[in-house]
């Protein structure tokens, strides 16, 4: 960031309250699906962690607000890189594609991309997924479709088809849970910005996009209700050998 010209003082993002349980349980124990479910719409919107998560405070930001927002912009870009560039118009298939032909353009760039290449095994990781994906997701296919995992799966589906839920499948479980969240999440939503000219939107001071853009009011006993299902399914997935969360 100094031979760019600018001040940066490196972040201890420990200080940072990550998305988890302040009480350190095992995420795969009875005692976690009894609290917690899976931890997806009992933690989304815990008020606790949100509290812990505003500790954080980074050391650069006082920098950061004295830059022209010019300049800010050429800061963001030092650190983090540019990022690909997408076509609006671009289908699902074709973003899948332009991930495998270039997957470099969807890792860390910039100052910090450098720096996590330097100091981790990123890049490694990186080199053998392009070298050796297809095998990888050869070996993959092969696990799921060893007797073993198969039989363990079928006995979930057949166990929990008798506590009266209708999956094929685990991930099946999942993809119910997250479109309730998503179903949840998206009811209420309302475009903050929509029907303000270019004009007007730049003239909000940035206190007023971050309440414009706090999200939408969530229906507390809808969200409880979802609350008790998830518990609910957990207890019957953990009942029924299932402890991946």
Same mark, same amino acid.
């Given at each position: 960031?100094?031979?760019? *010209?600018?001040?940066?003082?490196?972040? %201890? &993002?420990?200080?940072?309250?990550?998305?988890?349980? *302040?009480?350190?349980? /095992?995420?795969?124990?009875?005692?976690?699906?009894?609290? &917690?479910?899976?931890?997806?719409?009992?933690?989304?919107?815990?008020?606790?962690?949100?509290?812990?998560?505003?500790?954080?405070?980074?050391?650069?930001?006082? &920098?950061?607000?004295?830059?022209?927002?010019?300049?800010?912009?050429? &800061?963001?870009?030092?650190?983090? *890189?540019?990022?690909?560039?997408?076509?609006?118009?671009?289908?699902?298939?074709?973003?899948?594609?332009?991930?495998?032909?270039?997957?470099?353009l969807f890792g860390p760039s910039g100052c910090e991309g450098e720096a996590w290449e330097e100091s981790s095994s990123f890049g490694g990781a990186q080199q053998i997924w392009m070298e050796f994906g297809d095998q990888l997701d050869d070996l993959y296919e092969r696990v799921?479709?060893?007797?073993?995992?198969?039989?363990?799966?079928?006995?979930?589906?057949?166990?929990?088809?008798?506590? *009266?839920?209708?999956?094929?499948?685990?991930?099946?479980?999942?993809?119910?849970? %997250?479109?309730?969240?998503?179903?949840?999440?998206?009811? %209420?939503?309302?475009?903050?910005?929509?029907?303000?000219? /270019?004009?007007?939107? %730049?003239?909000?001071?940035?206190?007023?996009?971050?309440?414009?853009?706090?999200?939408? /009011?969530?229906?507390?006993?809808?969200?409880?209700?979802?609350?008790?299902?998830?518990?609910?399914?957990?207890?019957?997935?953990? /009942?029924?050998?299932?402890?991946?969360?």
């Open positions: 960031m100094a031979a760019q *010209g600018f001040e940066y003082v490196p972040v %201890d &993002y420990g200080q940072m309250t990550f998305f988890g349980p *302040g009480d350190g349980l /095992d995420p795969t124990s009875l005692e976690f699906a009894e609290q &917690y479910g899976f931890g997806w719409s009992t933690m989304m919107f815990d008020e606790g962690f949100e509290e812990e998560a505003g500790d954080f405070h980074d050391p650069n930001q006082e &920098y950061i607000e004295s830059l022209s927002e010019g300049a800010q912009e050429a &800061y963001y870009e030092a650190l983090y *890189g540019s990022g690909p560039e997408f076509d609006a118009s671009m289908t699902e298939e074709e973003m899948d594609q332009l991930f495998e032909d270039n997957p470099e799921q479709a060893d007797p073993r995992i198969v039989e363990v799966e079928r006995s979930w589906v057949e166990c929990m088809g008798g506590k *009266g839920h209708a999956f094929s499948s685990m991930d099946d479980m999942y993809m119910a849970l %997250d479109q309730r969240m998503q179903e949840l999440w998206n009811s %209420d939503y309302v475009d903050p910005l929509a029907g303000m000219t /270019d004009e007007e939107i %730049d003239a909000l001071a940035d206190e007023q996009l971050d309440d414009l853009f706090s999200g939408p /009011d969530i229906d507390e006993e809808v969200l409880a209700e979802i609350n008790a299902w998830e518990i609910s399914l957990a207890l019957d997935s953990f /009942d029924c050998g299932g402890t991946e969360q």
